[in-house]
């Protein structure tokens, strides 16, 4: 596994690097012009040791010293063994339009079979590609696997018995014994004789909330047992949206991703659907890299006359309901009734999850699910939420943090709602966000750095400072004391079923009595600063806008023009804050404030920068 697990750590440090420059596979390989299947394969950890032309174009692209992009992969590249080394070139996927952005799959199901496994299981949400996956794993094995399915309901599950009598039959054409233990001891033999591929699939259906084959198919453990026996010579994938918790068994999990972005790409650019343009990221996003979805968009956009291929059009029409799919809704519906069934407190907590927004601010910490579960004893509540963690299908958790997908996020609102929740969800996320605000402004003051005039000697570099420090302030773009402000009203509108923060400060006795004491003071401050600065930049841009012009008259034009750089630097600059400004008080539903930006925007927007 040593290599494997190196691979991972690269391409993870390459991912967050990209990450913090704002770029993701797509943006870097429009910048660098790279080939896009060498961008996957880098961010992936596929390529030990990219060449020096590749790594200077992406370190012109993102901004950073070259040296910073050789170290990420030196540590690969120098401790890969030679067996690693061939490892990497032994994996080849045959190209195929409909099996995309799988490389690292297959490569890791390679590795583990070189390793030794004997079975492995894929684990994964529904629609993510577990079976689509085994079955071109075996392909390119050339293996015809006997495929064991389990029934997508607990009642339809086949006997274990009846499969081993079916499987000795067709295949082996041996008379099975109706001994349980001699039939095993039967396909053992055949097994030991014979290279085959056993593909078992949706073992969730077999198994309980705890990851424990339930009593009438408790005999498929012996059966897992044994194909995992080293002496037989087959392969077996196991496919299951949950975790299997059998403590006997000896089976090698591989945890299945959702595709990437570069991988919806390529997917839809191979049915000739255009996905050059921004918001395609967000459908990505939107639908959680799912293959399955991916697949039905696609379908939909061919298919239907209304969007003709245009999948930016489909954007358009749908954004609003991510589940107007029939097939999609099914597919999400079928994974919170199960939760239901296996486990109550679980899948009310992942309902009640849908009450957060998971947008300025992408996650909650663990105290914003214990705070939900109200109707749970105290010492129980982490048991729950880890209950949750297990079904990995359904809620997003790392570092301590928390979220749901949009789609899955749709779905546990309307069941909110349905169940009547809603209010009292809210209530509770209100309270959570008030304990999380007190606790930022005790750890994490933001401190911006007083302008020392002292540093500079004329007039010129005094107001290059200025414009230096505004342009520093401007990056911070919102700070997160006043996203979890926006937070804390966009749930107290949703409990108290107003439609603006205006209207609730004239609900006096809300306003004044539900925890809004530490808040109050800062709420329009958020928006203010933001429009005094964008004006001050204005007006300290325009004299030096008539100086430049003047200067222009004059022939002095080196000096003009510095004069209407200076004037481009205020006004962009000042523009941003205002454009903050807009959006803080459009997401806090201060609509006289939103009018007074949107005035001031159009005010300045009238002058002349060029």
Known sequence: MSRQKKSEETGEAFKKLLEQKGFNQYKLVQATGLDKSLISKIANGF??????????????????????LTRIFAQLHNSATPQAQQLITEVTVSKDPNFVGREEAIAHLNDLVNEGAKVILIQAKGGVGKATLARKFFQEKGLQPFEIRIGMETQDITPVEKLLQD????????????DFGMMLKQLKRKLEAHKIGVFIHNLESALDGKGKFIPPHRRYVELLNLLADPDVQSITIVTSRECLNESKLKVELYKLPSLDEMAWRD??????????????????????????????????????????????????????????????????????NRLQQLDPDAYRLL???????????????????????????????????????????????????????????????????????????????????????????KTEQLEINKIDFNLVENYQEKLDLIIE??????????????????????????????????????????????????????????????????????????????????????????????????????????????????????????????????????????????
């Open 167 to 178: 499987w000795l039959k067709s295949d082996f054409k041996e008379e099975p014994n109706e």
């Open 267 to 336: 997917f839809f650019s191979s049915q000739k659907i255009d996905t050059d343009f921004q918001a395609f990221t967000d459908i990505h996003k939107a639908y959680g890299g799912n293959a399955k979805a991916m697949e039905i968009l696609c379908d939909v956009v061919i298919k239907q006359e209304s969007y003709k291929g245009d999948i930016q059009a489909y954007w358009q029409a749908n954004q609003a309901d991510l589940l107007i799919e029939g097939k999609l809704e099914d597919l999400v519906a079928s994974q919170f």
């Open 469 to 610: 420090t505004a342009e520093a302030i401007a990056n911070y773009n919102i700070y997160k004391d006043e996203l979890v402000v926006i937070e804390f009203i966009h749930h107290s509108l949703k409990f108290y079923d107003l439609e603006s923060l205006e209207e609730l400060i004239l609900q006096s006795n809300i306003y004044e009595n539900t925890g809004f004491s530490l808040l109050r003071e800062k709420i329009s401050e958020f928006v203010e600063w933001r429009i005094n600065l964008g004006k001050s930049l204005y007006e300290l841009g325009e004299p030096t806008h008539t100086l430049a012009v003047i200067d222009k008259k004059e022939g002095k034009f080196t000096e003009s023009k510095e004069q209407f750089t200076y004037y481009k630097r205020c006004f962009y600059v000042g523009q941003r804050f205002l454009k903050t400004a807009l959006d803080i008080a459009n997401q806090l539903k201060l609509y006289r404030l939103v009018n007074e930006v949107q005035l001031l925007l159009a005010r300045f927007q009238s002058y002349s920068i060029d």
């Open 47 to 68: 390529t030990a040791s990219p060449k020096p032309v590749t790594l200077e174009k992406i370190a012109v692209a993102l901004k950073v010293e070259l040296g910073e």
């Open 351 to 441: 309902c009640r999850l849908g009450c957060y927004r998971y947008q300025n601010l992408p996650s909650v910490t663990i105290e914003g699910l214990l705070c939900l579960l109200w109707d749970v004893p105290e010492e129980l509540q982490k048991r729950v939420v880890k209950s949750l963690e297990d079904y990995k299908s359904l809620v997003e958790c790392k570092n301590g943090e928390y979220w749901l997908h949009p789609v899955i996020r749709q779905e546990a609102i309307s069941r909110l709602k349905r169940n009547g929740e809603w209010e009292s969800a809210n209530g509770r996320a209100i309270k959570f966000w008030q304990i999380y605000f007190s606790h930022i402004l």
